[in-house]
């Protein structure tokens, strides 16, 4: 499969990319900036540099073409400011959808956070976070011509993946190490069966494997 990912530099998506590579998929990553090409190239990963804030849609699209799949792992990082969040959390996700469907790529997958809704109420700025989330899974999941998931993990650690999840629509809150998100991230890039799915993700006592196949025969 080729796969291109949107905030490829990310914690989550650099450990996806390695993932990938290793199981023989031809992966892109796209970057905003150039000096980030080489931690990609090391995760085996063929890096795109393009800024999701600035670019078209016919520029997103073009990069897209010729993919199996799309996954939107961009965010715009706990230092940002309200402005970001609506720029990159929300545009940027809207701006990757609609280059998907304008490329042909059906199957999507969008990393989103566990509290998302276009309804949350409150200033702060995690607030405005969930609020852009909550707004960009609701236009992907418009979509018809997206074959698309939605991943809402937890609270994110950098401990060391233990493979064992809980999956769900709704699961709780809880923490889960980014190395296991990226390990479901992998296998739903695999399972079309979770299409039009919304799941919450948190550590658990399910394989990866088994909790995906778990929520696809639901």
Known sequence: MRIVIAGGH???ALRLERLLAARGDEVA???????Q???LRAAGAEPVVLDLESASVEEVAERLRGADAAVFAAGAGPGSGVARKDTVDKAAAVLFADAAVRAGVRRFLIVSSMGADPGHQGDEIFDVYLRAK?????YVSSLDALD?????PGALTDDAGTGL???EAHTGRGPVPRDDVAA???ELVDTPATNGLALELISGSAPVSVAVKSVAGN
């Not at 990553?29 to 000096?35: L, S, W, Y």
């Open 184 to 186: 479901v991230l992998a």
């Open 134 to 138: 909550g707004e960009a899974d609701a």
């Open 29 to 35: 990553g796209i970057v905003r900036k150039a000096e």
């Open 37 to 39: 090409a080489d931690d």
């Open 148 to 152: 698309w998931t939605i991943l809402r």
């Open 165 to 167: 999840v809980r999956l």
């Open 10 to 12: 990310g914690q989550i």
